[in-house]
């Protein structure tokens, strides 16, 4: 069969759209074939809003996801693989799906609160892109 993970990501992106949120997607821009600003990567990892009022040419292919944006100014073509795609979420509200980067291409059944470690001190954090 071929991975669910597009379609995941096409159901999540309408269901944004369609509550009226603005739908991001948390991108590991070290992955190979991800064309984004370098000025905006952040730990090898860039935030990028994908609302229709934000970007030109949104396709949500099987294989990646590209589009037209403007950053800083500056017009660039933008090419995320699917392998890229660490998550997609509402920026209002942070619904949405993280995806495993060791999956071969679906969502991680839900699982729960994850337990806690000894000495964890690392807290997950997002960066929003304006």
């Known amino acids: 069969m071929t991975p669910s993970k597009p379609y995941v990501i096409r159901a999540i992106y309408d269901w944004i759209v369609d509550n009226n949120c603005t739908p991001h997607v948390l991108i590991d821009a070290a992955c190979d074939g991800v ?16 609302s229709p009022t934000a970007v030109v040419g949104l396709h949500l292919g099987n294989d990646a996801i590209s589009f037209s944006g403007r950053f800083g100014g500056v017009p660039l073509d933008v090419e995320l693989p699917m392998e890229s795609v660490l998550s997609i979420y509402a920026r209002e509200n942070g619904q949405g799906m993280v995806f495993d980067d060791d999956d071969a291409g679906g969502p991680n059944p839900p699982s729960g609160p994850e337990p806690i470690q000894p000495g964890a001190t690392k807290k997950p954090s997002l960066t929003l892109v304006k």
Not at 37 to 50: F, G, S
Request: hydrophobic residues 50%; proline residues 6%.
């Open 35 to 50: 064309v984004v600003p370098a000025d905006y990567v952040t730990d090898e990892q860039i935030v990028l809003n994908i």
